[in-house]
Every structure is written in structure tokens, then in C-alpha cells.
């Protein structure tokens, strides 16, 4: 991938495309989850497809940094929105949090994460192109 980056031409460097893919590098590559998800909301054309491959490995990450950083806990929503969630998935956001290891409060409106343990989801196979 690097050796292709840097082959390109200056109007290469230029195309909407390639600066978008370029940023998604850069955000993948860095683990900037906040990053990653303002380009899959911004991303041209069929993009969002392309980047579906590496949204739940995001996710994953943006748990663990989460979960060590705001401690005793965190507010549901924010998250859901920070991951790139629509408002309207809460019940499926829930029950991929779960499966990832993040315990909710018992109204469900904040992840208590001093008592979450965050791993990859158990329940789908891992992506080879990742």
C-alpha cells in the first residue's frame, strides 16, 4: 500500500477518491476511530461499501480506548453516536456491546466500564482482508 501511495502522480494526489482513501489509511493506520467514522459519513460515491470491512474492528478498538479512558462509566447514546450508529439501531448496538464485553447500568442508559472486559465478538468470524 505504501509503495502504491507513493507512486502516485501530483493530479493523482488531487482526485476526490484517492485523497478520501488516503485519509481512511491514515485513520486506520493510526486506530483514530472518531477520524474513521466522520470519513464513512462523508465518504463519496460507493465508498461506505469498501470501508463496511473495517468498521467493527473499529469499533472494537474505539471500546477498548473508551472503556480505558472514562472511568466509572460512559453514556450510551454519545457512544453509539461516536461509532458511527444511527439513533435508531440502540438494540442492536446493545447486543454487539455485549457481545464485545461491555456491562450496562441497569437502566441501559450508560456502559459501566470499570467492570467491562472489551474483546472482538464472539459471534462473527473474522474478516482475512483486515
Sequence with gaps: MLDIMLQLS???KKDPFIIHALKVR???A???YHMF???LKTAPAMIPYL???M???MRVTALQ???KAFRPSLNFRRVQTELGYEVGEGHEVKIFFTNCGCIFSKDGSKILTKDC???AESSKEKSSLI
Design 10 to 12: 501530483a493530479a493523482q
Design 26 to 28: 491514515i485513520a486506520v
Design 30 to 32: 493510526e486506530s483514530n
Design 37 to 39: 467514522f466522520q470519513l
Design 51 to 53: 470501508m463496511d470491512f
Design 55 to 57: 468498521v467493527t474492528p
Design 65 to 67: 480506548r473508551l472503556c
Design 117 to 119: 472486559v472489551i474483546r
